[in-house]
C-alpha cells in the first residue's frame, strides 16, 4: 500500500471562486516561470553576475534625485556637469599647445606666435566657461580657479626653450 502524503505539504490557498483550497504544491505562474527559465539557462552570464548591482541613486542629491535620474536616462546633464566637460576639454586643448612647444626641437618664430595667440584666445575660452561653472555649480566644491594668462604664457615661454 503507498504510503500517505505528508500532511505538512499540503498547502491551503483560496481558489478563483473564493472557496479554500488545499493542494500538495501550489506553484504560482511566477514560481513557474522562474523555475523554468532556470532549466533553461537564462540566468547564466547575466551582467553583474558575483557582483553587487550598480547603485545610480545619488544620497546628495535630496529632493533633486528624480530630476537628476530623469536627465541622466535622457543622455544629459546638469548645465554646471556640461560646462566642467566643456573646460576640460579646453584644458586638454591647453595640454596639447604644451606637449606641440616641447616636443618640437625647435619651433619657428611663426610656429611660436601662432601658438602664443592660440593659447591667449584658449585661456579667455577656458576662464568663461569657468566663471559659467562657478555660476551654476550648487556648491564651491565645483568650483574651479580661473587661469592668470601672463602664468600661461610663461609656462608656455618655458616649455619652448627646454
Known amino acids: 500500500m503507498p504510503d500517505a502524503p505528508d500532511p505538512r505539504l499540503h498547502v491551503h490557498r483560496k ?4 472557496r479554500m483550497e488545499v493542494g500538495p504544491d501550489w506553484e504560482t505562474l511566477i514560481d513557474r516561470q522562474i523555475r523554468e527559465a532556470i ?9 553583474f553576475q558575483g557582483e553587487a ?3 545610480d541613486g545619488n544620497p546628495l542629491a535630496g529632493d533633486r534625485e528624480l530630476a537628476f535620474h530623469l536627465l541622466k536616462n535622457a543622455g544629459v546633464a546638469p548645465p554646471w556637469i556640461e560646462d566642467d566637460k566643456e573646460v576640460r576639454r579646453l584644458l586638454e586643448q591647453r595640454e596639447a599647445i604644451f606637449t606641440r612647444a616641447t616636443a618640437d626641437p625647435g619651433p619657428s618664430a611663426f610656429a611660436r606666435k601662432r601658438d602664443r595667440a592660440a593659447l591667449e584666445e ?10 559659467r561653472v562657478n555660476a551654476e555649480a550648487p556648491t564651491d566644491r565645483q568650483h574651479r580657479r580661473p587661469l592668470v594668462s601672463a602664468d600661461e604664457l610663461a609656462r608656455y615661454d618655458a616649455a619652448v626653450h627646454r
Request: glycine residues 12%; proline residues 12%; negative net charge.
Open 15 to 18: 481558489g478563483p471562486d473564493g
Open 39 to 47: 532549466a533553461a539557462g537564462e540566468f547564466e552570464n547575466l551582467p
Open 53 to 55: 548591482l550598480p547603485n
Open 122 to 131: 584658449l585661456v579667455i575660452r577656458i576662464n568663461a566657461a569657468i566663471a
